[in-house]
């Protein structure tokens, strides 16, 4: 029987991961965390005893004693728990990219030392992952991600000045939280997983590649240097990647169909534009500057998508705030955590400053 705490129990993932512990027989959970929705019915239901509404989790994970923690909170507040687990050596389940990215250096040190394993839930990671399986580092080119292009593939700048946020939540084929939803509209999202993919798999930013599919079937391509390419492909649903990082390596069943040829699948890819949706350039410059440019690019970022959110900000403004906090911030390394909250609280101030400027 594993022990799974699910963190970010109430969201999109947190769902999805308790109907694949329910589906199997050798999952249980023991530990449940939101940020302020009541969580009583949902550990009642399941004779769950250790049930946080926000805080500091790291008491509960330490009481509740998991095998496998999935952190799927969102944002930079999931931090914590990415680094209780990968200190301890206790599988760590991430769907939490957020904490990778700003803390990637810190992360990867305290997995280094604590020896477990970090099973990533992020559909294209998750496929990498499975993709790199077996395989030697010499022997990989490049690593490939793919992205749907969001709501508003194809549009013009001047198309996207007056998007609403009900524009933006309209996601063409994935359900997910707010806050991912519109980092998918602005390619914020495939940002933070360019430089999420860098610290996973360890290789250089020029050898990962962001191309646009929109049918989100291919979920991540590993090319090989004797020119062959391996991809991962299946219906955009969560529950596969949850399901493969929860019951890893047994791969177990889920209730998700396999792919039908007779439906027709098309396999269809574009690169994305870069000059409409800044935030991916952005990203990727702020992974190569490295030091806590990836930290100020994901705080920046969670501010001007709140502001947006709560409607003020246009959507336009989100990358211009970013981009503004990035050119603002030294991005000086955090040689501990400290040292990276105060950077994540610098670049957040410097971004409630762009939020509240007239936007161009
Ligand atoms: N949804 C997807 O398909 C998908 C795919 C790939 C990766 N991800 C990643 O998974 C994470 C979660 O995404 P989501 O779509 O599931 O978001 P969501 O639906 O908005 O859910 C977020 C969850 O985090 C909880 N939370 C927020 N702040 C917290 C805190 N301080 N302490 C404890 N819990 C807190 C929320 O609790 P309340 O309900 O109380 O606010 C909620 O349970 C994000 O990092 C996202 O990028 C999501």
Known sequence: MRRVAILGATGSIGRQALDIVDANDDLEVCALASGSSELEELASERGVEHAQVGGDLTPLLDLSEPDIVLNAIVG???????????ERGITLALANKESLVAAGDLALQARERGGGLLLPVDSEHSAVFQCL????EESVDSIVLTASGGPFRGRTREQLADVTRADALAHPTWRMGPKITV???????????????????GLPYERIEV????TSVVHAIVRFRDGASLAHLGYPDMHVPI?????YPERAATPVDGLDFADGLTLQFEPPDVETFPM???????GES?????????????????????????????AAAVEDVLAAVDGAPAHDL???????TEARRLAEEAVGAPVP
């Open 76 to 86: 930079f507040a999931g931090l914590p728990a990415t680094l209780w687990a990968l």
């Open 290 to 318: 490295a030091g806590t440019h990836p930290c100020a690019y994901n705080a920046a970022n969670e501010v001007a998508v709140a502001a947006f959110l709560a409607g003020r900000l246009p959507f336009l403004g989100i």
């Open 280 to 286: 991916l350039a952005l990203a990727r410059r702020a």
């Open 133 to 136: 399986e077996g395989r030697t």
């Open 183 to 201: 980092d998918s509209a602005t390619l914020a999202n495939k940002g933070l997983e360019l430089i999420e993919a860098h610290f996973l798999f």
């Open 243 to 247: 399901s493969y990082a929860l019951t």
């Open 211 to 214: 191309v646009v599919h929109p």
């Open 338 to 344: 400290d040292e990276l909250v105060e950077a994540d």
